[in-house]
């Protein structure tokens, strides 16, 4: 019983490392993006490339419903469905539609941010992470 718990611990620090990197990913992909629309270079491939990420990493995100459902995270599995069902529909119904506007790259920005410093603290547990969140 105990092995079961370590493994699935295990598991889920590595899915919170991994959303942690590609949330990273995102807002660097961002930052260019911004840097790009600055100096005027072309921007769609790196539109397109954001989108792509935003979507497998909020897709991604559901596993999180599966640790509630059996206890290996904190929350309610309701909550926490009805957050990243809400999350998935912005993701794929909203954002696409108006990637052409500056105020998304500011969305997407503090967007990855939080999810960074939301994963950084499920790892560490840290007060800085804990309030940044």
Known sequence: MEENKVKSNIFVKFSTIFQAIGWSLIFFLTLMLI??????????????????????????QSIEI????????????????????????????????????????NVITCWSLAEIFRNMYYLTKNNFFGFLR
């Open 35 to 60: 840097y790009y629309e600055i100096i005027e270079k072309d921007t769609e491939s790196l539109k397109v490339c954001i989108i792509q990420n935003l979507k497998i990493f909020q897709t991604l």
């Open 66 to 105: 599966f640790f509630a459902f059996l206890k290996l995270a904190g929350g309610s599995p309701i909550f926490t469905t009805l957050q990243i069902l809400g999350r998935i529909i912005v993701t794929y119904c909203f954002i696409e539609l108006e990637m052409n506007s500056s105020i998304i790259c």
